[in-house]
């Protein structure tokens, strides 16, 4: 293949059957994808990364917008189709001034890693001052290993280089592309096309890239735990799960749509839903079907909760008629609802199969209240909703919460229809749910995790007894977030049902 484009790095055989283009960002190489790249060739993938124009000893073009190095990149779009297209940070924006080159019927699985869509000017001249600060100080290897315990020698080596052999001023870079606005690029992504946005852990990263891509129906945002801004560097495989159309999310997330962990091939399922002012992730913690037995592990992200557009009213039937395609797509093993999410799957269970066994787990879900508990909860998310917790205010109140879990429970508030904090309330008057246990099919075994009647209260373990059919227990020392602070009782609560 001949190109215009001068200056690449190559791995696979060009004979291959499949492509991959690989883009790299600012103050970076072709070569801070080797290790996706090796990985991609070895599955029979012929993999190019050009060097940006002014990154490698490459001169720069005549001006700094992201759409000049994009246009650099054209030819190769022009001299062929690929079936991967990545990149990185900055790249991750030429790749989204690509899309209307991309193939307008060929599938294509198109990957940003951590990229910056939009940017304040105050978070630019923080940015700016960042890179400026690497080409001045000139960091070792040692160094960014010291900074980054996850990379390889090989890995800070490549950021060394990066660095040192570019011909790009890093104010041009920022200042050339002013202002910081590439959202509305989403809208030339062809329908063939399959686009992922990886994200950096919010505490190592931050959450606005998370908002940014939510308001996008048809972009998958994942984010990575543990990951920095150099996902390519630190959990590598994992930009290769969507790119490569690997569906075994393990660690992944995805607001507006289910978050999955384990094999869609897997022989059994269960599914869990979270409560108000919450998300999918409620569950991320030591839940652990897939790694232990085998379950594909699917929780859905409720109307008005994770940037998903609430539903036309905040009754608990209508979230739970939202899920009946679940339950129309595959019979599950285990049904898990905490909370709010607890009457969702009450409201489900005339749903479940009558012959094929579940296991069905309320997490200390309130069945019955009163007017004044309602007022009283509900003036606790208000609350919560205008103060702003930090993940350190929760883990001052909860000592058996992980930092990971906080910083869920702080993302889980902003990332709601606000709306919803007095519409699910005022919207299930009057608060009354017991009837629906007499829809469980004689198949189902229902277990009503409890929390301690220190930090809970006693009136759901009077409900749950009402039902002879219901197995009541008591959780000794958790609070209302069980799943945080003793999720493997929900497991094996859950796995008790079916050995039974």
């Known amino acids: 293949?001949?190109?215009?484009?001068?200056?690449?790095?190559?791995?696979?055989?060009?004979?291959?059957?499949?492509?991959?283009?690989?883009?790299?960002?600012?103050?970076?190489?072709?070569?801070?994808?080797?290790?996706?790249?090796?990985?991609?060739?070895?599955?029979?993938?012929?993999?190019?990364?050009?060097?940006?124009?002014?990154?490698?000893?490459?001169?720069?073009?005549?001006?700094?917008?992201?759409q000049a190095s994009a246009n650099d990149l054209v030819p190769y779009l022009q001299a062929a189709e690929y079936d991967i297209v990545i990149g990185h940070s900055m790249g991750g924006l030429v790749v989204l001034s690509l899309l209307k080159f991309l193939s307008k019927t060929?599938?294509?699985?198109?990957?940003?890693?951590?990229?910056?869509?939009?940017?304040?000017?105050?978070?630019?001249?923080?940015?700016?001052?960042?890179?400026?600060?690497?080409?001045?100080?000139?960091?070792?290897?040692?160094?960014?290993?010291?900074?980054?315990?996850?990379?390889?020698?090989?890995?800070?080596?490549?950021?060394?280089?990066?660095?040192?052999?570019?011909?790009?001023?890093?104010?041009?870079?920022?200042?050339?592309?002013?202002?910081?606005?590439?959202?509305?690029?989403?809208?030339?992504?062809?329908?063939?096309?399959?686009?992922?946005?990886?994200?950096?852990?919010?505490?190592?990263?931050?959450?606005?890239?998370?908002?940014?891509v939510a308001k996008f129906k048809d972009v998958r945002a994942v984010i990575v735990p543990n990951a920095s801004h150099w996902i390519q560097y630190e959990f590598p495989e994992v930009i290769l799960l969507p790119a490569t159309h690997s569906f075994m999310y393990y660690i992944s997330i995805s607001w507006g749509s289910p978050h999955q962990w384990g094999s869609p091939s897997a022989s059994r399922r269960a599914l869990l839903i979270h409560g108000l002012n919450s998300s999918s992730h409620t569950f991320h913690r030591r839940l652990p079907f897939h790694n232990i037995i085998g379950y594909l592990v699917i929780a859905p992200n409720l109307p008005g909760h994770a940037l998903r557009e609430p539903a036309v009213d905040f009754?608990?039937?209508?979230?739970?008629?939202?899920?009946?395609?679940?339950?129309?797509?595959?019979?599950?093993?285990?049904?898990?609802?905490?909370?709010?999410?607890?009457?969702?799957?009450?409201?489900?269970?005339?749903y479940l199969p009558k012959t094929r066994p579940t296991s069905v787990v309320l997490?200390?879900?309130?069945v019955e209240l009163t007017a004044e508990q309602i007022a009283h909860r509900r003036d606790m998310s208000s609350n919560d909703a205008k103060t702003n917790p930090t993940a350190e205010d929760y883990m001052a109140l909860n000592p058996l919460w992980t930092r990971e879990d906080a910083i869920w429970r702080v993302l889980g508030i902003p990332l709601q229809n606000h709306n919803g904090v007095d519409g699910f309330p005022q919207g299930n008057v009057p608060w009354s749910f017991s009837h629906l246990f007499a829809d469980k099919p004689a198949a189902a075994a229902l277990t009503f995790l409890i929390a301690d009647p220190r930090f809970g209260d006693t009136s759901k373990l009077e409900i749950a007894a009402k039902f002879?059919?219901?197995?009541a227990v008591i959780v000794p020392n958790a609070s209302h977030w069980i799943q945080y602070e003793f999720p493997e009782v929900i497991v094996e609560e859950a796995l008790r049902n079916i050995k039974e």
């Open 106 to 212: 060929r599938p294509t699985s198109v990957v940003l890693v951590d990229s910056l869509v939009e940017l304040t000017a105050e978070q630019i001249a923080h940015r700016r001052d960042m890179s400026s600060s690497d080409a001045t100080t000139n960091p070792t290897a040692e160094d960014y290993m010291a900074l980054n315990p996850l990379w390889t020698r090989e890995d800070a080596i490549w950021r060394v280089l990066g660095t040192r052999i570019g011909r790009v001023n890093h104010d041009y870079h920022m200042n050339g592309n002013v202002p910081w606005s590439f959202s509305h690029m989403f809208a030339h992504k062809p329908a063939a096309a399959a686009l992922t946005f990886l994200i950096a852990d919010p505490r190592l990263g931050d959450a606005s890239k998370l908002e940014t």
């Open 1 to 66: 293949m001949t190109v215009a484009v001068p200056s690449a790095s190559q791995w696979g055989s060009p004979t291959a059957s499949r492509r991959a283009l690989l883009i790299h960002g600012s103050n970076s190489s072709s070569h801070t994808f080797h290790r996706v790249a090796s990985a991609l060739a070895a599955k029979g993938y012929f993999v190019i990364a050009p060097n940006l124009t002014g990154h490698v000893l490459r001169q720069p073009r005549v001006d700094f917008q992201v």
């Open 315 to 350: 009754q608990v039937q209508t979230l739970a008629n939202d899920l009946l395609p679940y339950l129309q797509a595959a019979e599950y093993d285990i049904v898990i609802g905490h909370s709010m999410g607890g009457l969702v799957v009450l409201s489900l269970l005339k």
């Open 468 to 471: 002879k059919d219901v197995r």
């Open 363 to 366: 997490v200390d879900s309130s």
